[in-house]
């Protein structure tokens, strides 16, 4: 069964410093990778996603993510937050042959000005 | 158009009381899902139907009822609900189970008094 994990639960970070999220999974063989995001009382926005191919994936709202097998992570990044990126992220796998998502704890982002 | 929706918005009711939730998507999308969210908690899996037919029960109790008549609806029969099942109630879709990714519609906040 695949799993996830997310070690940090909240991280506060300037306005216009860089950011990465951490992401650990556990599956053995290639998994779906997902970020979503998801703002208090609303539902989950999908940031981006891993399926094969090119291990670096960009994603919307100028976030990527970095795909690296060897540390079974997948990182989600991005250059320069906003103030708008405040908001709960959650990691997810998915895996064949199963139709769940597997979520991870999720990390919430305080963004300070 | 990657919309999915959900009625209502907000739903107060008693635990004598019979009531449902809806979510539609126009994007095609086979398989649909139910989750339930708690605070500060990532979203639970209580049910998948894939091509209209329920095809994953995540031991969820018989108060809660799913329904897909066709493949743009999901509703979910709520009756005779306790206090502790007041949450966000996530509805989401993909184009097929595991390996596409799953949009989120904004959710129905329930507070069962």
């Known amino acids: 069964a695949q799993s996830v994990t997310q070690p940090d639960i909240h991280i506060t970070v300037s306005e216009g410093a860089s950011l990465e999220l951490r992401c650990n999974y556990s599956?053995?063989?290639?998994?779906?990778l997902f970020w979503y995001v998801q703002s208090p009382g609303q539902g989950l926005q999908l940031l981006l996603k891993?399926?094969?191919?090119?291990?670096l994936v960009q994603g919307i709202k100028g976030f990527e993510a970095e795909f690296k097998r060897s540390q079974s992570s997948f990182n989600l990044r991005k250059p320069s937050v906003h103030w708008s990126d405040a908001a709960e992220y959650f990691c997810a796998v998915g895996a064949d042959g199963n139709e769940k998502l597997t979520f991870g704890t999720g990390t919430r982002l305080t963004i300070i000005p | 158009d990657t919309e999915v929706t959900q009625t209502p918005k907000h739903l107060v009711m008693g635990m004598t009381n019979k009531k449902s939730l809806k979510c539609e998507q126009h994007?095609?999308?086979?398989?649909m899902y139910w989750y339930k969210q708690k605070a500060k908690k990532p979203p639970e899996l209580m049910f998948v139907?894939?091509?209209?037919?329920?095809?994953i029960n995540e031991s969820v109790p018989s108060r809660f009822s799913p329904e897909c008549p066709n493949s743009s609806l999901l509703n979910l029969h709520l009756h005779a609900l306790q206090p502790e099942d007041s949450a966000l109630y996530l509805c989401?879709?993909?184009?097929?189970?595991?390996?596409?990714?799953?949009?989120f519609g904004p959710g129905t906040r329930l507070t069962v008094t």
């Open positions: 989401a879709s993909s184009q097929q189970g595991y390996t596409y990714e799953q949009y």
């Open positions: 994007m095609g999308h086979r398989a």
């Open positions: 139907y894939s091509y209209e037919k329920l095809s």
């Open positions: 599956y053995g063989a290639t998994p779906y």
């Open positions: 891993y399926f094969s191919g090119d291990t």
